[in-house]
């Protein structure tokens, strides 16, 4: 990728939003930055349906079907690439999140910020809604109910924030919506752009180049740490707990902001290692494949599966396989990440217009946060109008309608409930916003002033 420098992108891009409850509409002047972009929301796309895939797989597991599966051969392997792809994800969106926040300036970043988390909570809602339907339906169907789980999801779907559920034993509370911890994070991990990008503007005024040094150490020194202590405690909750937990991921968020600033400074070393990187991007991806691809076929039988539950070890879900330690390699999809930014300079070959990439990436971000309620809905239906018998027999077929229905369902969802859904959270919001304003002028204005007349 060639850097390209911040005063140039506010030169030759302009961006303008317009703050509706359903849409976000942006206009570059500059063709080649306006490529550049879709082709962010071309590879956030791929991480998401990614993702959406290797949940489909989880679901349709034995441990949580509580059937003999034919997916349990995939399920070492597709939880090796949800970690690699979400680490992947959270670098990409990090990094395009500050392309649109240097583009249009602090001001307007606020009107867009307000409606993607208006959107995310409106999706974070319904499926919070759903899969406490659904889900405790399915757990009642397979003896698994408990209060404590209830309780923990409604919490996570209300406040979207993923903290609590850190103990991988089964007796602990565990939340019914497994797969929504990506949407629950990436709508806090959006806060810390203009932070984290004031933050390495006044160490650059500070410090003059000395701070690139300290900036590429923030960004590195946390994710490291974390990977290590993970590999290092493999039979503690360490790695559990961070895995999908906002205060590991929202540093891998913060790396690609931290990557997209110091490129922009046309700094030297970082130039060089996005030279090496794109050069060396096919055998990246090569070597992702056969990582991913070597474990296919690895199968833990049942008693073997019953003697991991009772111990603390690398999983990435309460009920999922124990991994080997370098198999919970967090640091490894961030590097995938830093690949495929280092690529962006490869023309978008897509017939969709911005605007259309812009509405599929919503589409899959909606997937994402609907699936797993959608997938138990599913499963329920099939279930009841087939034999049970039948339908685990063809799971893996049962898999790949699950995410179709997914995305179709999603983009119903989109084009009907969810604009009305983030319109009212929007507006609710910003009374709130209001109302705490006048509080504080109120309460606080009288005592200011008198303190600036003394």
Same mark, same amino acid.
């Not at 060639?2 to 976000?24: C, N, R």
């Not at 409106?122 to 408990?146: E, I, Q, Y």
């Not at 968020?253 to 794109?278: C, E």
């Given at each position: 990728?060639?850097?390209?420098?911040?005063?140039?992108?506010?030169?030759?891009?302009?961006?303008?939003?317009?703050?509706?409850?359903?849409?976000?509409?942006?206009?570059?002047?500059?063709?080649?930055?306006?490529?550049?972009?879709?082709?962010?929301?071309?590879?956030?796309?791929?991480?998401?349906?990614?993702?959406?895939?290797?949940?489909?797989?989880?679901?349709?597991?034995?441990?949580?079907?509580?059937?003999?599966?034919?997916?349990?051969?995939?399920?070492?392997?597709?939880?090796?690439?949800?970690?690699?792809?979400?680490?992947?994800?959270?670098?990409?969106?990090?990094?395009?999140?500050?392309? /649109?926040?240097?583009?249009?300036?602090?001001?307007?970043?606020?009107?867009?910020?307000?409606?993607?988390?208006?959107?995310?909570?409106?999706?974070?809602?319904?499926?919070?809604? =759903?899969?406490?339907?659904?889900?405790?339906?399915?757990?009642?169907?397979?003896?698994?109910?408990?209060?404590?789980?209830?309780?923990?999801?409604?919490?996570?779907?209300?406040?979207?924030?993923?903290?609590?559920?850190?103990? #991988?034993?089964?007796?602990?509370?565990?939340?019914?919506?497994?797969?929504?911890?990506? /949407?629950?994070?990436?709508?806090?991990?959006?806060?810390?752009?203009?932070?984290?990008?004031?933050?390495?503007?006044?160490?650059?005024?500070?410090?003059? #180049?000395?701070?690139?040094?300290?900036?590429?150490?923030?960004?590195?020194?946390?994710?490291?740490?974390?990977?290590?202590?993970?590999?290092?405690?493999?039979?503690?909750?360490?790695?559990?707990?961070?895995?999908?937990?906002?205060?590991?991921?929202?540093?891998?968020?913060?790396?690609?902001?931290?990557?997209?600033?110091?490129?922009?400074?046309?700094? =030297?070393?970082?130039?060089?290692?996005?030279?090496?990187?794109?050069?060396?991007?096919?055998? /990246?991806?090569?070597?992702?494949?056969?990582?991913?691809?070597?474990?296919?076929?690895?199968?833990?039988?049942?008693?073997?599966?019953?003697?991991?539950?009772?111990?603390?070890?690398?999983?990435?879900?309460?009920?999922?396989?124990?991994?080997?330690?370098?198999? &919970?390699?967090?640091?490894?999809?961030?590097?995938?990440?830093?690949?495929?930014?280092?690529?962006?300079?490869?023309?978008?070959?897509?017939?969709?217009?911005?605007?259309?990439?812009?509405?599929?990436?919503?589409?899959?971000?909606?997937?994402? =946060?609907?699936?797993?309620?959608?997938?138990?809905?599913?499963?329920?239906?099939? /279930?009841?109008?087939?034999?049970?018998?039948?339908?685990?027999?063809?799971?893996?077929?049962?898999?790949?309608?699950?995410?179709?229905?997914?995305?179709?369902? =999603?983009?119903?969802?989109?084009?009907?409930?969810?604009?009305?859904? &983030?319109?009212?959270?929007?507006?609710?919001?910003?009374?709130?916003?209001?109302?705490?304003?006048?509080?504080? &002028?109120?309460?606080?204005?009288?005592?200011?002033?008198?303190?600036?007349?003394?």
């Amino acid at each position: 990728m060639q850097a390209v420098p911040l005063h140039k992108i506010e030169e030759t891009s302009e961006v303008a939003s317009h703050e509706s409850s359903d849409s976000i509409v942006m206009h570059f002047e500059d063709s080649a930055d306006e490529s550049k972009f879709a082709c962010m929301l071309q590879y956030l796309q791929r991480c998401m349906l990614t993702y959406l895939f290797t949940s489909a797989a989880t679901f349709c597991s034995s441990s949580y079907t509580t059937h003999a599966s034919n997916l349990d051969v995939l399920i070492v392997s597709t939880d090796i690439i949800t970690i690699d792809v979400c680490s992947c994800f959270f670098v990409l969106s990090g990094f395009t999140a500050t392309y /649109v926040y240097s583009s249009i300036g602090w001001d307007a970043w606020k009107g867009v910020h307000a409606v993607v988390m208006a959107q995310i909570f409106a999706d974070v809602w319904v499926s919070t809604t =759903a899969v406490l339907l659904f889900g405790s339906l399915d757990t009642l169907m397979k003896t698994r109910f408990h209060l404590k789980d209830i309780g923990l999801t409604l919490f996570e779907g209300i406040t979207a924030l993923r903290v609590f559920d850190n103990k #991988q034993n089964i007796d602990a509370p565990h939340t019914l919506n497994v797969s929504l911890w990506p /949407v629950q994070i990436f709508a806090w991990a959006l806060l810390s752009v203009h932070g984290t990008y004031s933050m390495n503007e006044y160490l650059h005024r500070k410090f003059g #180049q000395i701070a690139n040094y300290g900036i590429i150490t923030i960004a590195v020194c946390g994710i490291s740490l974390f990977t290590l202590f993970g590999m290092l405690h493999s039979h503690t909750n360490v790695f559990y707990a961070n895995a999908t937990n906002i205060m590991y991921r929202s540093l891998e968020f913060n790396l690609g902001i931290h990557f997209f600033y110091l490129s922009g400074k046309q700094y =030297a070393l970082l130039d060089a290692v996005i030279r090496i990187t794109a050069q060396c991007a096919p055998v /990246v991806y090569c070597v992702f494949i056969a990582t991913w691809w070597s474990e296919i076929g690895v199968n833990v039988n049942t008693e073997q599966q019953l003697e991991a539950d009772a111990e603390v070890c690398l999983r990435l879900y309460p009920r999922n396989h124990c991994l080997h330690d370098h198999h &919970a390699f967090l640091l490894r999809g961030c590097l995938l990440g830093l690949t495929l930014i280092s690529s962006l300079s490869t023309p978008s070959s897509t017939p969709l217009t911005l605007q259309g990439m812009i509405r599929r990436t919503k589409i899959c971000a909606s997937a994402v =946060a609907l699936s797993w309620p959608t997938m138990l809905l599913v499963q329920l239906v099939f /279930v009841i109008t087939f034999s049970a018998d039948l339908v685990y027999r063809n799971i893996a077929l049962v898999a790949l309608m699950m995410c179709c229905f997914t995305l179709l369902g =999603a983009y119903v969802y989109t084009v009907s409930i969810q604009p009305l859904l &983030a319109h009212h959270i929007l507006q609710h919001a910003t009374a709130v916003a209001h109302t705490l304003s006048r509080w504080y &002028a109120s309460v606080c204005g009288s005592v200011l002033v008198a303190n600036d007349v003394v």
